[in-house]
């Protein structure tokens, strides 16, 4: 059985940092892309950042310099570093795994950036 596990969201200031965290189960997460994505309320599912099995990174226009995206193959985990936030970054988080047509997401997980 698959399962993403998100953990790290939360209510902080503007200017703020939280670092989010996506433990994976039941795939073999060194060959799986992982990516985080963003969804506000009333609005689609965004792409925040993504980084390949091979160490790819791509970010949203929107995050960058701001955020980092990272893996640790050995903890099967992977994390989103976010500094400098803005109140336009409050979403709902979710991981995302992707192998082929393999494709998994976690449950998601609150960021509320207060202005």
């Known amino acids: 059985q698959v399962r993403l596990l998100e953990s790290g969201g939360g209510l902080v200031q503007a200017g703020g940092s939280l670092r989010l965290s996506c433990a994976a189960s039941g795939i073999i997460f060194s060959r799986n892309r992982m990516a985080w994505y963003q969804q506000a309320p009333g609005k689609q599912r965004e792409l925040v950042a993504s980084?390949?099995?091979?160490?790819?990174?791509n970010y949203a226009d929107s995050v960058k310099g701001r955020f980092t995206i990272s893996r640790d193959n050995a903890k099967n985990t992977v994390y989103l570093q976010m500094n400098s936030l803005k109140p336009e970054d409050t979403a709902v988080y979710y991981c995302?795994?992707?192998?082929?047509?393999?494709?998994?997401w976690g449950q998601g997980t609150q960021v509320t950036v207060s202005s």
């Open positions: 980084i390949t099995s091979g160490g790819i990174i």
């Open positions: 995302n795994s992707r192998y082929i047509d393999y494709n998994y």
